[in-house]
Structure formats: C-alpha cells, structure tokens
C-alpha cells in the first residue's frame, strides 16, 4: 500500500490534512471532509487504496456501525486493521478510513445499504457480512425491496464470501446470488417487513410467534423458520447459530457470548462477527475474547454524568431499531425519547407509528427533540402517559438524581452527544 | 354498524410501509374516546376480506406488493362487496391507486386496478416527496389538509368522483388536487398516518358509519397540525 502512484499519495496525504483542521476546528471527526478531498483529487483512489488488502464490508439497516466494530477488535488480534469506525459510511468515509491507515492488511468498512453495490465494485472485497434489512428513513426512497434487489445483482457471480443472516428473508434472499455464503441463525426481531416472499411475493409461513413479531422472547427468536408456501424460496440451513446468550459454531461448540454491550441485538451482531472473524482464519477462542472487550460503540451504550444523573444513550434510527433499544431500556428507570427530522433522520416522521411504544407504560417519560409534538401524539393514541419538554436539558432536570435511559435518533443523538463534548 | 365498530386493515403484510397503522390506531382511539367499542381485523393477503366491517383501510407500499394487492382483492371480492352495504374505506398511496380503473406498474406498464375508485394513475416524472397542505371541498366542511406524501403517482379524476382537496402546498394528484372521495369512499396520497394529522378526516369515516359523533379532548392532534402547518404555510 506504499506503493500507491504519486498522484494518489498527493490525494491521500491532502485528505488527511483536511481531516486534521475538520477536527482542529472541532467541525466534526473529520472522516468525510477528508476522504472528499482524496476522492475529488483522485477518483480512482478508494480502489487503490483498497488493493492488496483482506477487506470486509458491513452493510445492514441496522447494527452497522457496531458490528464493524465488533470485527475490527477480533481482528486486532491478527494485527492492524483500518476501519470507519464513526459511522462515516460512504465512498469518501471509506477513502478517509483506508488512508489514515494505509499499511494496515486488514480493513473493515461498514457501508451505507444503497452504497453497498458501487463500493463492492470499487474495492473487490473479499468478504461482505449482511445482518438484517428493515424500513428505514422511507422519504428517501430507499424501498427495500429494490434495494434486496440490487445487494442480489451485485453479488451474483462475483468472487466474493457472504455471511449472511439467514433469519431474515431479505438477507437471505438478497445474499443466495453469491458464490459463497455461511449462514448464520442470528435471529429477527422486527418482522413487520418480511411477511411476503421476495422471490414470488406469495405468503411465507413462519414459525416460532404468533404476536406479529414484537417482544419475542429468547426462545421464540431462536425458532425462526420460514419457507415460502407457493415457491421453493425457504430458510436456508444455518452453520452458526445464536441462541440466547450461546453460539454453536459450526463444529458444534458453544459459546457463552458474555459481551459487554447489552441486548439480544448486539448478541446478534456477534455472532456474525465471530462467523467474519473465522472465515479470516480466527477462533472463536481467539475473537470472543476480543468481542467483549467493546463497551461502547461511537458513544452509543454510553452512559454520562450530569449533575448525579447517570443517563445511559441509546440510539434508534427506525422501527425495528427502536425495538432493539427496547430490548435493552431498564423498565425500572425513567426515560428521555428524542426525535428529530432532519435529513439524516428522514423528513418523515410516519415510522413513529410502526413502533409500539406500550411497553413504556408505567414508567415517567419524557419527551423531546425538534418532532417531540409528533412523537406526543403518538404516545397519547398509545395511551402511554409522558411529559413534553421543550429541550433534552429540561428532561434531565425533571427527573430527580440515579440511572436514566435515553432514547434518540441520528441527529437528536448527535445533539445530546455534542451537549456532552463528543467525549462519550 | 353492529354493537362493536369493526375497523378491516387490509393486507399489512404487503401494504403497510410509512406508518399505515397510524390510521387504524386513530380510528381505534377516537371511537373509544367516544365510549365505542371497536374490533380490528389485520386481513393478511392470503386470506379473505370480510364483508362485514364497517371502515376498511388500505395503505402504501412498493410496486411490486401493490400489483399482488390488485390481482388479490379483485379475485377476493370481499371488499366490493363491504363497500356496496355501506362500509367506509380509507384508501392511501398505493391503496389509493389501487381502487381506480388503472394504475402504473413496476417499468411503468399500465395495471388494471379494481375499479372502486374512477380515478386512473400512472407514472409521473419524478418522485414527490415532503409535506403537503391542502384546502378540503368545502362541501365535507373539514379543516386544511395536512401530511406528508412520497410516490411517483400522477392520478387522473373522472366524473365519478370529486377532488378531496386543492393543493396549496404539495404534488398530490398532480393536477392541483389532492386525494377524492365519492360515496364513503375516501382517496388519498397523504401517506402513513394521514389521519393522525387530519383527524377531522378520522372522525368523517367514523360517522358515516356511527351516526354524529361528540368532541373530544384534541390538543395533541392540534399542537400537532399547528406545528406543521406553520412549518409550510406562509403566515
């Protein structure tokens, strides 16, 4: 990788400077400014800089930004590793990652779902890993079917490794077009978007639940089958399997997963990082060790101080994120929702409504973000009691002094973690 | 209506993709705002429509799932014939496009839809995406329209229905309309939980199948419609 022509080391280096005064000015981490500079000098430069490399790219609706992560540290193992490990996940966060680590063998890239197909094109990635696929932010036009689609045309007959997860039948179909896949059983919690067959649109018939697929238990996550009634398409048969808090690897060993991050999601996330890490020739005696080591994921999971209030951040994007962060709030402890729409967030706030917030009854919530009046509205028609403040500083307030759980979306998150200086 | 007001979702497994469930919860919470009890009927695509609900609704979705909608309630006829006894139905988005005569397909090929509606739709330039106001035909004596629409639709009104609204803000039919009604039967490219902001709308369905209805506590409902409408409006 030190051998990249001059003119892509020229882009390179002006990128990474960039990036410096971006972060110097406190403008942001500086990984998309920089890799914009590198591209707009160099457009061929993410291809080189991501030659001679053992890449693997990350990409699902949700779960992206973590399990990039969870990779990266069992990779470590093996030595360094470039990654966008802040969620800058299109072509100039990718340039941006490669070059402020341009000797490392290995790479992890998480990648924006539309991106996944121009990035595998550029790169020639050795190893994709997809986890899940589920509405989200719809105002931009990202249908997910057609995106199913084209993950499906872009991994036909390209030499590439999927590890997929077969529990979801997007994934799954999506993922059947590559010339190699290792399934993984790491469970669906939000269902809402895979009741049809993406092959022949008949209905599939799955087992496991009967209560439209929201809080399922642990044992009704891990029965997961499903087949097509009207066509062949069915769940393919796993090598990895997550059953609660174990894994069974494909030589029938379990393993206690004990992670640090919380919930059945992240659990899911490791094990498709352990079945990356031993498609690269890493143990899981190796790469668990390594997984738990994660506590914290670009300040998600964090938990901060404020005035002997100890606010612990989740982030939720979308529906089936929002699910996920359900799974792990305390349902003894107060909570603070924040919602925006801005365009990271999608200018549609409709998604609120395929969320059931019921399970908040019977604790205090409260409510704000720039769409607090939307999320008001949903919670009253929910039956679901809650106070509305008019800024997150005001909810904290509110509540008296202990543990508080925080739910937000992309930019609301981003504004209570910028409250707290990005230190978290 | 019986004793018990039965609201049908038609086909959320295949049409229920920006918040669709938003109108079946408004529905819900404002017949038991008004003491009346309610029973809702999620009708999967593999199974039949009844025909003895009272307010039937039906959502967005790709077009892939909106074509396999069509050709199942046209062989289903349950939902013809709900509508020839009087039932109401909310029909958004693709739902919406699915009750006229024709509708665009995935290359944009013409559909045959089912024909409640006579309205035909096809595909128009470019997507529509981001709020929508709009004033209602005064005749249905309802507030300004509120919502958020995203389709490439352009729909055509025949004679046999009247506009729901004019657009002051927003694409809708494409013509400077916005949605139709006609009988009981109300068209709409407010997406997801149009009757959220519009619950005017919500309460229109609902006493067209129980009677007149008494006010209920709308300060949410309000807090939020003001909010949006000041957001595209110009004061």
């Known amino acids: ?424 | 209506m019986q004793s018990e007001l039965s609201i049908v979702w038609i086909y959320p497994d295949l049409l229920s993709t920006y918040g669709d469930q938003g109108n079946v919860l408004v529905l819900e919470q404002r017949a038991r705002a008004r003491g009346i009890r309610t029973k809702t009927i999620h009708v999967r695509s593999s199974d039949p429509v009844p025909q003895q609900g009272d307010v039937y609704l039906i959502g967005g979705g790709e077009d892939r799932p909106q074509i396999l909608g069509a050709e199942r309630l046209r062989r289903d006829g349950g939902l013809h014939a709900a509508i020839q006894r009087g039932a109401a139905l909310l029909a958004v988005c693709a739902g919406y496009q699915i009750m006229g005569t024709v509708f665009g397909g995935e290359e944009g090929q013409p559909v045959p839809g089912i024909g409640l509606l006579d309205i035909s739709s096809g595909r128009g330039e470019r997507r529509s995406v981001g709020e929508l106001a709009a004033e209602v035909d005064p005749a249905l004596g309802l507030p300004t329209l509120t919502g958020f629409e995203n389709h490439m639709g352009v729909t055509r009104l025949g004679p046999g229905v009247r506009p729901l609204s004019r657009t002051l803000v927003g694409t809708g039919n494409g013509d400077g309309t916005e949605g139709c009604y006609a009988g009981r039967i109300i068209g709409t490219y407010l997406h997801g939980p149009a009757l959220a902001r519009n619950p005017a709308l919500a309460d229109l369905l609902l006493s067209w199948v129980a009677g007149p209805l008494p006010p209920i506590d709308d300060s949410w409902y309000q807090a939020l419609r003001d909010e949006r409408l000041r957001a595209v409006l110009p004061s």
């Open chain 1, 1 to 424: 990788m030190s051998q990249l022509p001059l003119r892509a080391q020229l882009a390179s280096a002006l990128g990474r400077t960039a990036a410096t005064l971006s972060r110097a000015t406190g403008r942001g981490d500086g990984s998309v400014i920089g890799g914009r500079v590198g591209l707009m000098l160099e457009p061929d430069l993410l291809r080189k800089l991501a030659a001679d490399r053992k890449l693997v790219l990350v990409s699902a609706t949700n779960g992206k930004t973590t399990t990039t992560r969870l990779i990266t540290s069992a990779l470590q193992e093996f030595g360094d590793v470039a990654t966008n490990a802040f969620g800058a996940n299109m072509p100039a966060g990718h340039v941006s990652a490669l070059a402020s680590n341009k000797d490392a063998p290995y790479g992890v890239l998480e990648v924006d779902e539309k991106y996944l197909p121009e990035v595998l094109d550029t790169t020639h990635a050795g190893i994709v890993c997809l986890m899940n696929l589920s509405r989200d932010q719809m105002d931009r036009a990202a249908e997910i079917w057609l995106l199913a689609q084209k993950w499906r045309r872009a991994l036909a007959g390209r030499p590439v490794h999927v590890i997929a997860n077969c529990d979801d039948p997007l994934v799954t179909w999506s993922a059947s077009t590559a010339a190699r896949v290792t399934w993984v059983s790491a469970g669906q919690r939000w269902r809402e978007d895979s009741w049809c067959c993406p092959e022949c649109g008949g209905p599939l018939d799955r087992s496991g639940f009967g209560n439209g697929g929201q809080g399922l238990t642990a044992a009704q996550m891990a029965e997961t089958n499903w087949a097509c009634r009207e066509c062949t398409f069915r769940r393919p048969e796993p090598t990895w399997v997550l059953d609660g808090e174990y894994v069974t690897d494909p030589r029938g060993r379990h393993w206690r997963l004990d992670l640090q991050l919380p919930g059945q999601a992240n659990r899911a996330n490791a094990a498709v990082a352990l079945a990356v890490a031993e498609t690269l020739g890493l143990d899981p005696a190796r790469s668990l060790p390594r997984l738990r080591m994660v506590t914290s994921v670009a300040g998600r999971y964090t938990t901060v101080e404020r005035d002997g209030r100890s606010l612990r951040l989740l982030l939720a994007k979308n529906p089936a994120g929002w699910l996920e962060a359900f799974d792990v709030a305390d349902p003894a402890l107060p909570i603070i929702l924040s919602v925006n729409a801005q365009g990271p967030d999608g200018r549609d706030t409709s998604w609120l409504w395929d969320v059931d917030y019921r399970i908040l009854r019977g604790r205090p919530v409260l409510v704000t973000g720039e769409r607090r009046r939307d999320l008001a509205l949903r919670l009253a028609v929910a039956e679901v009691p809650f106070q509305l403040c008019d800024s997150f500083e005001q909810a904290v307030g509110l509540l008296a002094p202990g543990k508080i759980d925080v739910i937000a979306n992309y930019t609301a998150f981003q504004q209570i973690r910028a409250e707290f200086g990005r230190a978290v």
